[in-house]
Each structure stands twice: as C-alpha cells, then as structure tokens.
C-alpha cells in the first residue's frame, strides 16, 4: 500500500509541476532574481558616481559604507525594479486593449453565428413538426 500512495504522490507532483502557471512562476522568479542584480550593479555603479565628490569629502569608498547607505541603495533598487515592471504591465495592457480593439472591430465571432442559426433552424423545425 506504502507504494501505491507513493505513486500516487510522486504523480500528483509531476502534474503539478508541469502545470504552466508554476513554470511559469519559477521562470519568472529566476529573471526578476537576476534583473535584480543587474539593477544593483547599475545602482550602485550611477549613485557611486554621481556623489563622487560627496564621498571623497566625508572620505568613504561607497554609499553602502554610509550609516543608512544599504537602505538607501535598496530603496533606489526597488523604485527601479517597480519602474520597469510598470512599464511591462503597462505596455501588456495596452497590447490586449488593441487585440480586444480588433476583435471588435472583426464584427461577431462566426462560430457564434453559427451556432445561433443552428438554434435558430432547430426551433423552426421544431415549431414545423408541430
């Protein structure tokens, strides 16, 4: 029996792995970890260079040796990562009101019709019959 619920177990977990959605999840947590280290790098890399002349004067190597550098740092990551995920959501946003744009403007879906005259000449044989 031990088998048998084992089977079972190790088969409801490959169903659910191969389900899209959690692909899809691990895919995306993967890119965001890595943008992540691409938008610390430039982070760093601008806010370094930009208080150059402010780090020289207080004599510290990096904005992370400042008392609040870290938080700062991880604040100006987050508003950029924010940034660019509202700009993907944006642009994903304005791409499906253009398909539903062009579906409407398509006219009524021909599968619909179909299926309305189907209904249509079922009742009219119907009400002949009678």
Do not use: C, H, Y
Request: proline fraction near 3%; charged fraction near 20%; aromatic fraction near 6%.
């Amino acid at each position: 029996m031990a088998r048998r619920g084992t089977s079972s177990f190790l088969s409801d977990f490959k169903a659910f792995i191969n389900k899209g959605n959690v692909v899809d999840l691990a895919v995306a947590v993967v890119i965001g970890g890595a943008f992540g280290k691409v938008v610390d790098a430039i982070v760093s890399l601008v806010m370094t260079n930009a208080l150059e002349p402010a780090l020289r004067a207080a004599k510290v190597d990096s904005i992370n040796a400042w008392p609040a550098g870290t938080v700062i740092v991880a604040l100006i990551n987050f508003l950029v990562i924010a940034f660019v995920v509202f700009l993907i959501v944006r642009a994903i946003e304005a791409m499906k009101r253009q398909e539903e744009a062009k579906a409407a403007d398509a006219g009524p879906d021909p599968q619909a019709e179909l299926a309305a005259a189907a209904n249509r000449l079922a009742e009219a044989l119907d009400r002949r019959s009678l």
